[in-house]
């Protein structure tokens, strides 16, 4: 399978607890995207991180990427209710490849 | 089995004509979403069906875009008096109950 894979597939975490997901990929990569889908909704696009850049911030969300071991990590602080989601990453070159995700829920 | 299809695959025009993109979900999928790429960008979504109706529209851009599901399957995106920023591939996807979205091939549309 072309796919790449999100670790874990589910995690639950206290409201305020930080949250890290991982990814690991198969190709080779233009740039390495993170995506949330709350339930019945479509995919909201997170951020982008390209194959020449080590690490991202974008508020209370920061990406890393490592080509050698072809793996990215999203590691969302002070988490909060409203981040329960499932959580995906995509390796984009010419075309996009969507992982399976990973579920988040965050505990009150 | 059949995955998602979409038509036609490229589709180059001028600008202020109207185009209609073509989606075909996988068999008995009740969930329909179109997004769009531009280039080197992320994914934007632009709708989301759920069997005929289109719970989020939160997403079309303008009024010149407009997306219809009959019988639950088959949907269409139109958008009308295409302007050269509508330059993008539209990916359809569909999913069941798992909530897993299979991705389309996409159209790449081109406005000159």
Same mark, same amino acid.
């Given at each position: 399978?072309?796919?790449?894979?999100?670790?874990?597939?589910?995690?639950?975490?206290?409201?305020?607890?930080?949250? $890290?997901?991982?990814? +690991?990929? /198969?190709? @080779?990569?233009?740039?390495?995207?993170?995506? !949330?889908?709350?339930?019945?909704?479509?995919?909201?696009?997170?951020?982008?991180?390209?194959?020449?850049?080590?690490?991202?911030?974008?508020?209370?969300?920061?990406? $890393?990427?490592?080509? +050698?071991? /072809?793996? @990215?990590?999203?590691?969302?602080?002070?988490? !909060?209710?409203?981040?329960?989601?499932?959580?995906?990453?995509?390796?984009?070159?010419?075309?996009?490849?969507?992982?399976?995700?990973?579920?988040?829920?965050?505990?009150? | 089995?059949?995955?998602?299809?979409?038509?036609?695959?490229?589709?180059?025009?001028?600008?202020?004509?109207?185009?209609?993109?073509?989606?075909?979900?996988?068999?008995?999928?009740?969930?329909?979403?179109?997004?769009?790429?531009?280039?080197?960008?992320?994914?934007?979504?632009?709708?989301?069906?759920?069997?005929?109706?289109?719970?989020?529209?939160?997403?079309?851009?303008?009024?010149?875009?407009?997306?219809?599901?009959?019988?639950?399957?088959?949907?269409?995106?139109?958008?009308?008096?295409?302007?050269?920023?509508?330059?993008?591939?539209?990916?359809?996807?569909?999913?069941?109950?798992?909530?897993?979205?299979?991705?389309?091939?996409?159209?790449?549309?081109?406005?000159?």
């Amino acid at each position: 399978s072309q796919q790449g894979e999100e670790d874990p597939q589910a995690l639950s975490i206290q409201e305020g607890e930080n949250a $890290t997901m991982n990814c +690991s990929y /198969k190709t @080779s990569i233009n740039n390495l995207q993170w995506y !949330r889908q709350n339930s019945g909704r479509g995919l909201v696009h997170l951020i982008l991180i390209r194959s020449n850049e080590r690490e991202k911030h974008s508020g209370r969300l920061r990406v $890393t990427l490592d080509t +050698s071991k /072809k793996s @990215s990590s999203l590691l969302i602080t002070a988490s !909060r209710a409203a981040d329960t989601a499932s959580y995906f990453c995509a390796e984009v070159d010419d075309k996009i490849i969507f992982g399976k995700g990973t579920r988040l829920h965050i505990l009150p | 089995g059949a995955g998602v299809s979409q038509s036609p695959s490229n589709k180059v025009t001028e600008k202020g004509k109207d185009v209609e993109l073509r989606c075909d979900p996988i068999s008995g999928h009740t969930a329909l979403y179109w997004y769009r790429q531009s280039l080197g960008q992320g994914l934007e979504f632009l709708i989301y069906f759920q069997g005929n109706s289109a719970p989020d529209k939160s997403g079309l851009p303008s009024d010149r875009f407009s997306a219809e599901r009959t019988g639950g399957s088959v949907s269409t995106l139109t958008i009308q008096r295409t302007q050269q920023e509508d330059s993008a591939v539209y990916l359809c996807a569909s999913s069941s109950l798992t909530n897993t979205q299979y991705f389309g091939p996409g159209t790449r549309l081109t406005v000159l």
